[in-house]
């Protein structure tokens, strides 16, 4: 009886030759059907070992076979070191930083891993560069073109007392909050005791020596403390203060048919749109606004026109007015309110402020009392130029991103400086437009961006080409 062994080899018999029937046509060939390809196989597994050992030999006695970047318009690192060269008139020159390797070579080239038997035997020349040039920059896809923010929030030193810290958000906006939209807010800046009306995204100042007047006129509104950089980055509007003519008290001939009318007396003519008032000067009859007519009611100097009582105003009937030598009113932007405001303000007059810019326009919307992100040491600035220029106190920034800005003075400036903002918050100004292609961010079109925002942020070296290619000091 057959046993289990005989029955396998059996049935392995079979099985080859039903295989060989179906691959040769025949059950039983002189040669295994798939000899031959094994045998290829193994034979080309020979020959490529043979190659790469011929390739290893090779290598090793004439080393150095990489010459790419002999080409001069790429940015090489040393495998072994991580030493950063660029290649230019025959030399091998270390460089500073990544920023600088490109606006020497002139474009945003590749960056070549080299060895350092590929480098061996090349002339060297001096190390080149910016001292403090960006030694990274994101790729265009990761540069960042929504709005800044910049806010003031409450914060204490480091005796405990109470202060105010600003914070600038590049493109980014913070969440929830209140928008300022047809109110008004008076604020003093902490640093300075400087007092300001903030209204329609302009800031009004109203000078030391005026804030007892124009307090009186604002019936004792609160006041918001904020810092130094929120109030410097919003755009200037007139000022707040009494006019003073000159002469008070002495006779003016400006309303017809009222030979006793004094110059710093108030008249007012009723319409169907309300009151409209007046200043008599020496030389005309001054068209005021409300708030304006408050302000002068609280100025001293003008109960001269009024026998020593608080001053008020006179009516007057349209046709004295329509005779009389009227000056053209003003349509000057960032006028002072017409009207007085509804006022507002952060809780307890210390919560948190924010002015939201939108690209393309130099005038804030007002946020009051939005959610912050939690404070970061890593992103605190010097607070202060070495020229006194007040900095924010922080910068946010998404880690990996940049900004590419153009600086503008006004909506109606022309072009100004560009600067690439890294998120290590500073920002670096290009010595000609053009350089955003060496940078490799041709395609993007700078962000017009207000010049007193950008001035909050610590200023880095300038990006210049024949800079670059200086030795370092």
Same mark, same amino acid.
């Given at each position: 009886?057959?046993?289990?062994?005989?029955?396998?080899?059996?049935?392995?018999?079979?099985?080859?030759?039903?295989?060989?029937?179906?691959?040769?046509?025949?059950?039983?060939?002189?040669?295994?059907?798939?000899?031959?390809?094994?045998?290829?196989?193994?034979?080309?597994?020979?020959?490529?070992?043979?190659?790469?050992?011929?390739?290893?030999?090779?290598?090793?006695?004439?080393?150095?076979?990489?010459?790419?970047?002999?080409?001069?318009?790429?940015?090489?690192?040393?495998?072994?070191?991580?030493?950063?060269?660029?290649?230019?008139?025959?030399?091998?020159?270390?460089?500073?930083?990544?920023?600088?390797?490109?606006?020497?070579?002139?474009?945003?080239?590749?960056?070549?891993?080299?060895?350092?038997?590929?480098?061996?035997?090349?002339?060297?020349?001096?190390?080149?560069?910016?001292?403090?040039?960006?030694?990274?920059?994101?790729?265009?896809?990761?540069?960042?073109?929504?709005?800044?923010?910049?806010?003031?929030?409450?914060?204490?030193?480091?005796?405990?007392?109470?202060?105010?810290?600003?914070?600038?958000?590049?493109?980014?906006?913070?969440?929830?909050?209140?928008?300022?939209?047809?109110?008004?807010?008076?604020?003093?800046?902490?640093?300075?005791?400087?007092?300001?009306?903030?209204?329609?995204?302009?800031?009004?100042?109203?000078?030391?020596?005026? *804030?007892? +007047?124009?307090?009186?006129?604002?019936?004792?509104? $609160?006041? @918001?403390? #904020? %810092?130094?950089? !929120?109030?410097?980055?919003?755009?200037?509007?007139?000022?707040?203060?009494?006019?003073?003519?000159?002469? *008070?008290? +002495?006779?003016?001939?400006?309303?017809?048919?009222? $030979?006793? @009318?004094? #110059? %710093?007396?108030? !008249?007012?003519?009723?319409?169907?749109?309300?009151?409209?008032?007046?200043?008599?000067?020496?030389?005309?009859?001054?068209?005021?606004?409300?708030?304006?007519?408050?302000?002068?009611?609280?100025?001293?100097?003008?109960?001269?026109?009024?026998?020593?009582?608080?001053?008020?105003?006179?009516?007057?009937?349209?046709?004295?007015?329509?005779?009389?030598?009227?000056?053209?009113?003003?349509?000057?932007?960032?006028?002072?309110?017409?009207?007085?405001?509804?006022?507002?303000?952060?809780?307890?007059?210390?919560?948190?402020?924010?002015?939201?810019?939108?690209?393309?326009?130099?005038?804030?919307?007002?946020?009051?009392?939005?959610?912050?992100?939690?404070?970061?040491?890593?992103?605190?600035?010097?607070?202060?130029?070495?020229?006194?220029?007040?900095?924010?106190?922080?910068?946010?920034?998404?880690?990996?991103?940049?900004?590419?800005?153009?600086?503008?003075?006004?909506?109606?400036?022309?072009?100004?400086?560009?600067?690439?903002?890294?998120?290590?918050?500073?920002?670096?100004?290009?010595?000609?437009?053009?350089?955003?292609?060496?940078?490799?961010?041709?395609?993007?079109?700078?962000?017009?961006?207000?010049?007193?925002?950008?001035?909050?942020?610590?200023?880095?070296?300038?990006?210049?080409?024949?800079?670059?290619?200086?030795?370092?000091?």
């Amino acid at each position: 009886m057959a046993t289990r062994k005989d029955q396998l080899q059996s049935h392995q018999f079979s099985v080859q030759r039903m295989v060989s029937a179906l691959v040769t046509r025949e059950t039983d060939p002189e040669q295994p059907p798939f000899k031959r390809a094994t045998s290829a196989a193994f034979g080309g597994v020979a020959i490529m070992i043979l190659a790469l050992a011929v390739v290893w030999v090779y290598g090793m006695v004439v080393p150095g076979g990489n010459k790419a970047w002999s080409k001069g318009d790429s940015v090489i690192v040393e495998k072994e070191t991580g030493t950063r060269y660029v290649y230019l008139d025959g030399h091998l020159h270390p460089v500073a930083n990544y920023v600088s390797a490109l606006l020497a070579i002139g474009k945003r080239g590749q960056t070549l891993r080299v060895s350092q038997r590929s480098l061996a035997g090349v002339p060297r020349g001096p190390r080149i560069g910016i001292q403090d040039a960006p030694d990274a920059l994101p790729p265009a896809s990761k540069l960042l073109g929504g709005g800044w923010t910049l806010c003031s929030q409450p914060s204490h030193d480091q005796a405990g007392t109470r202060t105010s810290e600003s914070v600038l958000m590049i493109g980014q906006r913070p969440d929830a909050g209140t928008p300022m939209t047809e109110d008004a807010m008076l604020v003093q800046v902490l640093e300075t005791g400087d007092q300001y009306l903030l209204s329609e995204g302009y800031r009004h100042r109203i000078a030391k020596n005026d *804030v007892a +007047t124009v307090a009186v006129a604002l019936h004792s509104q $609160p006041v @918001t403390r #904020v %810092g130094a950089a !929120f109030v410097a980055a919003l755009p200037d509007g007139q000022p707040i203060a009494p006019l003073r003519p000159a002469e *008070v008290g +002495t006779p003016t001939g400006v309303v017809p048919g009222r $030979p006793k @009318t004094l #110059v %710093g007396q108030l !008249f007012f003519v009723q319409t169907s749109a309300g009151r409209q008032y007046y200043l008599a000067t020496k030389k005309a009859l001054l068209p005021i606004s409300e708030v304006q007519y408050d302000i002068q009611r609280a100025y001293g100097p003008l109960k001269a026109a009024y026998n020593g009582k608080s001053p008020t105003a006179i009516e007057l009937n349209l046709t004295a007015v329509s005779e009389a030598e009227l000056p053209a009113v003003s349509t000057e932007e960032g006028a002072v309110p017409r009207d007085w405001p509804r006022f507002v303000g952060p809780r307890d007059g210390i919560g948190t402020v924010c002015a939201m810019f939108t690209p393309g326009q130099s005038l804030p919307a007002i946020l009051i009392d939005p959610a912050m992100p939690l404070p970061d040491a890593m992103t605190a600035t010097t607070k202060r130029t070495r020229r006194d220029t007040v900095l924010a106190d922080r910068i946010l920034i998404t880690p990996g991103t940049a900004a590419v800005v153009e600086s503008r003075p006004s909506d109606r400036a022309p072009a100004g400086t560009i600067s690439v903002i890294t998120d290590m918050g500073r920002a670096y100004p290009l010595s000609d437009p053009k350089l955003i292609q060496t940078l490799g961010y041709g395609a993007v079109k700078p962000i017009p961006i207000p010049a007193a925002l950008i001035a909050r942020i610590p200023q880095g070296p300038g990006l210049n080409p024949t800079t670059a290619i200086q030795p370092v000091p």
